[in-house]
């Protein structure tokens, strides 16, 4: 092919693509998603470190120094320990997965469990159902108390002898509540099981809604018992998909499930991970975000976020037909309307282009950066119209 026929093709396969896909790279209308339109300079990273290889760290050992930079930022936000070790991982299903893991391994060793159970509380997210699955765990879904927080007397019933781990949510992907990690920390130590916290979303966040002068709950390292948390980094912070981590208190767990991979360009290199293969761009976009948009970038996209979800609240509690099921303490909002199921509501509202889930029986909004206040005056006008249809 001539160097003109390429770049034609070259062209006419964007331009394809752009006709293809015009619609899904907006977010305009999305209210159900975690993730967020990048900022300008990640996707130039994406463009530029595209082949950047984190499965193969000797062939690029300055981002193995920047994804070093990023996992002690985040361990510092976690307030964990300085003995932590962690890794880079596809997100919070990678991350929970690899914590299930270790508490399995770790409690093999250390109690000489060969067929455990793991307990998690009904809020948890479907990655810790696959982990029992694929590791063969036995799992005790423990139910929430009113205010959607794992029941810590129910979780104390349901520890036996087999018991390997708990697990404890810090902004569950429903609600956005955050469970009570230090008894569920004292129950951990007294019983010698593995807790781990997921806090893809919430660890993200509450560190800088502190800074921003709101109460926030203790769920990170600071609590004795946590073995291991999960932080992702392509949720609120906006870096690259897929990209996310979990954080372990020290080596001691990991040593039970690291693997040494010999005949790699640096022969001594180890893996925690699930996946071999790992994007760079990812790393190198996080830790730009991290380190140099920095702080003043990561608390206007929370106190922004914050702002709109006060604001839907408001909006939502100004219509009769819609009755919140919680108070949000993150910018997670849930509702549901007394005219119709909230299938037929999002069914409606999808005609509308509005992008909305539904979680339990209630009809859930994520209000990350893209979800301004202009979005949710448009959206309620949406709303108000599919109710007074209905009337
Ligand atoms: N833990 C929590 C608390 C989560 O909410 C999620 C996903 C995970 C773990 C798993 O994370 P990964 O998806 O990174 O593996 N939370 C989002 C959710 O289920 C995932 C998502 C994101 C879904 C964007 C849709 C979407 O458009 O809502």
């Known amino acids: 092919m001539s160097y003109f026929e390429e770049e034609k093709t070259f062209n006419k396969i964007i331009d394809d693509l752009m006709v293809l896909l015009k619609n899904e790279d907006s977010y305009n209308q999305v209210l159900s998603s975690m993730c967020s339109p990048p900022p300008k300079i990640a996707r130039e990273i994406a463009k530029i470190f595209a082949a950047t290889n984190l499965g193969d760290p000797g062939l690029f050992p300055e981002t193995v120094k920047l994804e070093n930079e990023v996992l002690a930022h985040l361990a510092d936000l976690l307030h964990a320990p300085s003995s932590w070790t962690g890794a880079i991982t596809s997100g919070g299903s990678e991350s929970n997965l690899i914590g299930c893991w270790a508490a399995r391994n770790w409690s093999k060793v250390n109690r000489g469990i060969e067929k455990g159970k793991i307990i998690f509380p009904e809020s948890a997210h479907v990655s810790f159902e696959k982990a029992a699955d694929l590791l063969n765990l036995e799992s005790e879904w423990i139910p929430l108390n009113d205010n959607f927080q794992v029941d810590i007397e129910a979780v104390k019933e349901a520890i036996d002898y087999r018991t390997v781990g708990i697990v404890g949510i810090a902004g569950a992907t429903g609600t956005g509540v955050c469970d009570d990690i230090n008894p569920l920390s004292d129950l951990a130590l007294e019983k010698n099981l593995y807790l781990h916290v997921d806090a893809a979303h ?20 600071e609590n004795p018992g946590v073995k291991s948390v999960t932080i992702d ?6 870096s690259l998909i897929p990209g996310g981590s979990i954080i372990f208190r020290s080596e001691e767990i990991t040593k039970t499930i690291v693997k040494s991979i010999t005949y790699l360009s640096d022969s001594s290199t180890k893996q925690i991970t699930i996946t071999g293969t790992r994007p760079g761009s990812s790393v190198i ?14 608390l206007e996209r929370i106190k922004e976020s914050f702002e709109v979800t006060k604001y839907l609240t408001q909006r939502l509690n100004e219509l009769a037909e819609i009755k919140l099921v919680f108070e949000p303490s993150l910018n997670i909002i849930g509702f549901t309307c007394n005219q119709m199921t909230s299938e037929d509501l999002v069914k409606e509202l999808l ?25 949710i005056d448009k959206f309620i006008n949406d709303l108000e119209t599919v109710l007074n249809k209905e009337m």
Do not use: C
């Open 285 to 298: 976009a996080a830790w730009v975000i991290l380190k140099k948009l920095g702080e003043s970038y990561i």
């Open 233 to 238: 980094t392509h949720k609120i912070l906006g």
């Open 351 to 375: 005609q509308k282009g509005w992008h909305l889930s539904i979680y339990s029986n209630w009809t859930r909004i994520v209000v990350m950066p893209h979800v301004t206040k202009e979005v």
């Open 202 to 221: 919430g660890g993200t966040i509450y560190p800088y809604l502190k800074k921003l002068g709101y109460d926030v709950p203790i769920y990170g390292f």
